[in-house]
């Protein structure tokens, strides 16, 4: 699986977990050069609080594209270490 955005790959890894059709890619797959930390969170009541990052892509901003769960629930613990992506970002195999 492969995330673009701005037509750069932001994340490439064959090991993606699927969680309510997101794909969730291994942290070090990602071009970890165009991640900016963000302070944003949400509450999903069974994943836990999302943190978030912006992406930075020839310096064009796609803030809050990126999510993670730090320390996800248990029902979610399989997502830990991983991150999602939206707001335009292309999820393609």
């Not at 990602?30 to 892509?57: F, I, Q, R």
């Not at 990126?66 to 999602?84: L, M």
Request: net charge positive; hydrophobic share 40%.
């Amino acid at each position: 699986m492969k995330a673009i955005w701005n037509g750069k790959v932001i994340a490439e890894s064959q090991d993606t977990v699927v969680v309510e059709g997101n794909h969730y890619f291994p942290l070090a797959s990602v071009d970890a050069a165009l991640l900016e930390p963000s302070t944003h969170t949400s509450m999903c009541p069974w994943k836990g609080t999302a943190s978030y990052y912006t992406l930075n892509v020839g310096g064009k901003r796609n803030p809050d594209a990126v999510w993670y769960y730090a320390e996800p629930k248990d029902a979610a613990r399989q997502i830990k270490g991983r991150v999602g992506f939206w707001k335009g970002v292309s999820v393609v195999a």
